[in-house]
């Protein structure tokens, strides 16, 4: 048993563990007071998360939560969250992403790093415009 599969198996949604998994993870929980309130609290950001809960108390009130209860871990993720408090949120409850554009500066990037030394910038604007 590693780090990485404890990881997954908090991370992923726990009626897709398999029951040995849902097995040693309860195991663990029960000899880690810690591990089971990390888990918890893990779970609860990865369910607002993947439903994009748009209720603005539901991550206020996890902030709250881990400040009060959690591991100084989980406290400095909520004092980042907190930071950016208006970022995530609109993360959370907007349907929009950046998904396109971050794909063509992807493939920018790519195309610039397979040029570089090679040539000036007039040829790698033309390769930029003229690649799918």
Known sequence: MTVRWV???I???PER???TERKC???LCERS???ATTTTYARRLALMVRERRSEHLALDVWIADVRLDGQRELRTLANGIRR????IQ???TTTCTSGAVEGNVTRIKLLK????GRANFDLLRRRILLSP
Do not use: F, G, S
């Open 7 to 9: 990881t997954d198996w």
């Open 11 to 13: 991370m992923r949604r």
């Open 17 to 19: 563990l398999t029951d």
């Open 25 to 27: 993870l309860t195991e």
């Open 33 to 35: 007071p810690v591990l």
């Open 84 to 87: 950016d408090h208006a970022a």
């Open 90 to 92: 609109a993360a959370l």
């Open 113 to 116: 790093r397979q040029m570089y």
